[in-house]
Nanobody, 125 residues
Framework: VQLQASGGGLVQAGGSLRLSCEAS????????VAWFRQAPGMDRNFVAA????????RYADSVKGRFTISRDNARNTVYLQMDYLRIEDTADYYC???????????????????WGQGTLVTVSS
């Protein structure tokens, strides 16, 4: 499975961005997909995930109500709509995929076998 993340950029606080993660190499509908982020000098942390069956979602507390994860299986793409961005959202954002992750492990990096490259989101004041 190959993952291609895109959509990062520079935005002012309060603004919006939409990240995309396009997958290839496997039937997309069989994959659960998550976004993680890593700020400079910090650990990589869970942001949001969407399951393969039914599309159930999970969010980190820090982004609930501001970020929305969705998927378009026809386009082999998962989106992360980020609204009301804050300076502390600045980070490299990575998408990850798994064909076997279970619900209680959705936020665990170790549950994902496939990773894309990062896309940088910078939120300015």
């Amino acid at each position: 499975v190959q993952l291609q993340a895109s959509g990062g950029g520079l935005v002012q606080a309060g603004g919006s961005l939409r990240l995309s993660c396009e997958a290839s190499g496997r039937t997309f509908s069989t994959l659960s997909v998550a976004w993680f982020r890593q700020a400079p000098g910090m650990d990589r942390n869970f942001v949001a995930a969407i399951k393969r069956n039914g599309g159930a979602t999970r969010y980190a507390d820090s982004v609930k109500g501001r970020f929305t994860i969705s998927r378009d299986n026809a386009r082999n793409t998962v989106y992360l709509q980020m609204d009301y961005l804050r300076i502390e959202d600045t980070a490299d954002y990575y998408c990850a995929a798994s064909s076997s992750v279970i619900s209680r492990a959705l936020a665990s990096q170790n549950a994902y076998a496939y990773w894309g490259q990062g896309t940088l989101v910078t939120v300015s004041s």
